[in-house]
Nanobody
Framework: QVQLVESGGGSVQTGGSLRLSCVVS????????MGWFRQAPGKEREGVAS????????IYTDSVKGRFTVSQDNAKNTVYLQMNSLKPEDTAMYYC???????????????????WGQGTQVTVSS
């Protein structure tokens, strides 16, 4: 079993920054791949960023490349999403998710993930 707890959401103005945190607990083999996802009201959940814990390069959806950075601190069992130059269209509930995978199998598909956190709200005002 894997437990995920997100924090760090909030309200900012356009151009502002936030850093989301996701504390991971549970068997390591079940959370090798970590992803950040978001869902705005009336829209489908979409993948934002994903990484393989301990190796490989992260991947990002095109709309956040150059603005968002995903990173990890394995000593703290925490994955971060640094969000800069925020835009109103970034407003959504943000979730972290985990799954067992190989280093070559990082994915932005929500259906690929087994474990989900409860989400943290990000609101960007113009």
């Amino acid at each position: 079993q894997v437990q995920l707890v997100e924090s760090g959401g909030g309200s900012v103005q356009t151009g502002g920054s936030l850093r989301l945190s996701c504390v991971v607990s549970g068997h390591t083999s079940n959370n090798r791949c970590m992803g950040w996802f978001r869902q705005a009201p009336g829209k489908e959940r979409e993948g934002v960023a994903s990484l393989y814990r301990g190796a490989g390069a992260p991947i990002y959806t095109d709309s956040v490349k150059g603005r968002f950075t995903v990173s990890q601190d394995n000593a703290k069992n925490t994955v971060y999403l640094q969000m800069n130059s925020l835009k109103p269209e970034d407003t959504a509930m943000y979730y972290c998710a985990a799954r067992a995978c190989d280093v070559w199998a990082v994915s932005l598909r929500p259906s690929a993930y087994n474990y989900w956190g409860q989400g943290t709200q990000v609101t960007v005002s113009s």
